[in-house]
């Protein structure tokens, strides 16, 4: 393997030029470390936790109304205390230095032309939507949520909560009511805001009956205020009140946000970040993995659903400004993307593994007609991008970067992903984040080189989450993260650490399904299709199958007499649609004699899977373990569908 050559390499000016450089010189000047390479920067940022991230909260400046005791006071997984005692916020962070003519949004939409907002814009509506949050009674730790696009008032909205302490909370507009209120209700929001419907596709689709649903679901709601976006009435304009923007200095760990991760069974899970972890990641990621420039404009396609929203709106943290888009990547074509890259003059252009397969298949040709002579670096995240998805980008694209990245919403970043300074090897993920201790282990916990394993981290991070709402005894947080190997995070990721330090992720271990970066557990597709009377039982598969973000069937038991036609199929389909999001939608639905389940009555998602991928049967499921294992017979005989 180490003699396979890289598809690219970084030009020594650019090597000297980045901002992970200029860190090493710095520390080479303030703190008397120096850095063979980056692999020795790595192996240090992992096992001197104290002195790492110390050290960054020193290279950026962490501006703090009352300083921190130590970095760790304690050092346990779970229960990781970070910078005890100090007092900041993140919002003063992402305002602080930026001048008003300066441009800080730039953004575009199916439903809106391209345009910018500068930042006193930005700050003057940050300003007076705090203001009307406090005005209707919110005050730190009151939770606002959002049923928003990825549009500029959502970006304010969200700065103008963090700004009061108050905790935010988001879903695209295209998620199904069920799915929204399945995530929202468990936080009991006083405020919510939303808008009248979006575009998507070219076809304009209304929410103003769904925004009644969930106020009429979620009881704790006071005031909700809605944006006419799609030019009805709506009361947006009561929410913004005159008041200069201030900032309450809040806790470290105080509560930022709260995303969703779904897990197999139950309520998706609402993972809780603090102000002060995610302030330090989102600092450490942009500028050090993803070598964010001023006069940067960074853009990543995603929806307010997914934490790559939460990641792009920390770009405004940076020097650079923000590009967000808010609609379909294939309206008219497949070549909307591209044509925004030219227009706005995107440097690091931030997409998923399909869409990049996508333009591929379709014969994009990203250059014909357009200037992309801005453009410096390719992202892609979601799902693992095959090694002909990288020649593509070189072969369509030139002499750029292309960083594939890995993490998750649990950490709201990255484990494995750029390194502009090292070179790119074709179908690998460049190396392990700083910070990130990430291992690759067998089922007893031994670590592996040059094998597929679990991905699990054996030290903390900051931004991991400070507890999962609702989840009192933590007993929710240990299982999701902590059962299989005690005191280290075991993520769900299957991946393989290389022997010159690169990373191949193989997609999901368990059984969360990760369409578009916005995962979803498999219990919301259950509850959606087995709502259909003709269907008595379900179990889904997210299968691996290249050029695709992942293959999910869904298999289904019928009730006796009833069979499978076009009809049935529709439904089912259009239900999920419904009920959780137009992405998670089966590719395929079978229906089968039954589904196997353990004796306590589980389903084997994951051993299914892994049957289907051609594993050995008996290696992967007890058959002494279940209820009915010759239900697991039909799955062993379609042993290695995968295409």
Not at 192 to 206: C, E, P, R
Not at 455 to 462: A, I, K, N
């Amino acid at each position: 393997m180490s003699d396979i050559a890289p598809i690219w390499r970084p030009a020594p000016a650019a090597i000297e030029g980045s901002e992970l450089t200029r860190y090493q010189r710095w520390l080479e000047v303030t703190h008397e470390r120096t850095f063979a390479d980056y692999q020795a920067l790595w192996e240090w940022s992992t096992t001197d936790l104290d002195g790492f991230w110390g050290s960054l909260w020193e290279y950026f400046e962490i501006s703090a109304s009352v300083p921190y005791e130590r970095v760790l006071g304690r050092r346990s997984m779970p229960g990781a205390e970070w910078f005890p005692g100090a007092e900041l916020s993140y919002a003063e962070h992402v305002f602080r230095g930026k001048h008003d003519d300066d441009v800080a949004i730039v953004h575009a939409s199916e439903t809106r032309p391209l345009a910018e907002l500068r930042w006193g814009e930005l700050r003057a509506l940050t300003g007076q939507i705090a203001a009307g949050l406090r005005a209707n009674g919110v005050r730190r730790g009151d939770r606002v949520v959002a049923y928003m696009p990825n549009i500029p008032e959502t970006a304010a909205a969200f700065l103008a909560c963090a700004s009061i302490g108050a905790v935010w909370s988001s879903c695209s507009p295209d998620f199904g009511v069920r799915s929204v209120i399945d995530r929202f209700a468990q936080i009991e929001p006083k405020i919510l805001l939303a808008v009248d419907g979006y575009t998507y596709g070219g076809k304009a689709i209304d929410r103003s009956a769904d925004i009644g649903a969930l106020q009429a679901a979620m009881p704790s709601l006071e005031r909700t205020f809605v944006l006419p976006y799609l030019g009805s009435d709506g009361n947006w304009d009561d929410l913004l009140q005159p008041g200069d923007l201030t900032f309450e200095q809040l806790p470290f760990d105080h509560p930022l946000w709260v995303l969703y991760s779904s897990g197999t069974t139950g309520l998706p899970k609402a993972i809780v970040h603090g102000q002060g972890g995610i302030l330090l990641e989102h600092l450490k990621k942009l500028h050090l993995h993803m070598d964010v420039k001023p006069g940067d404009r960074l853009f990543w396609f995603t929806t307010t659903g997914w934490m790559m929203w939460n990641l792009l709106v920390g770009g405004l943290l940076t020097n650079a400004a923000i590009v967000l888009y808010d609609g379909s990547p294939g309206q008219p074509d497949l070549n909307r993307l591209w044509d925004l890259a030219a227009d706005a003059g995107i440097t690091s252009f931030g997409t998923s593994a399909a869409y990049i397969s996508a333009c591929m298949k379709a014969e994009i040709e990203p250059h014909a007609g357009r200037d992309l002579s801005w453009l410096r670096s390719v992202g892609s995240t979601g799902s693992p991008l095959p090694p002909d998805g990288f020649r593509w980008v070189y072969d369509s694209l030139g002499d750029v970067w292309l960083f594939s990245t890995s993490g998750g919403t649990d950490v709201c970043s990255a484990f494995v992903g750029g390194v502009p300074t090292l070179p790119v090897y074709e179908g690998e993920l460049q190396a392990r984040a700083l910070g990130a201790k990430v291992e690759s282990f067998d089922e007893q916990g031994n670590a592996l080189v040059g094998r597929v394993g679990e991905l699990v981290l054996t030290e903390p991070l900051p931004s991991m989450p400070l507890y999962l709402w609702g989840d009192e005894d933590r007993s929710r947080y240990h299982e999701s993260y902590f059962s299989m190997f005690p005191g280290i995070w075991r993520h769900g990721d299957w991946i393989e650490l290389t022997a010159r330090g690169t990373a191949i992720i193989y997609g999901r271990s368990d059984s969360t399904i990760n369409r578009g970066g916005v995962r979803m557990g498999t219990s919301e597709l259950y509850s959606a299709a087995l709502a259909i009377p003709e269907i008595v039982d379900a179990l889904a598969v997210d299968l691996p199958r290249a050029g695709t973000p992942g293959w999910l069937v869904l298999y289904v038991v019928l009730r006796e007499g009833v069979h499978l036609d076009d009809a049935l199929t529709d439904g089912i389909k259009a239900r999920i649609r419904a009920d959780c999001s137009p992405r998670h939608v089966p590719d395929e639905i079978t229906a089968v004699p039954a589904v196997p389940r353990t004796l306590s009555g589980k389903l084997l998602e994951v051993p299914v899977k892994r049957i289907l991928m051609g594993a050995d049967p008996e290696t992967v499921a007890s058959r002494d373990s279940l209820a009915n294992p010759e239900a697991l017979d039909w799955f062993v005989s379609r042993r290695s569908t995968v295409g």
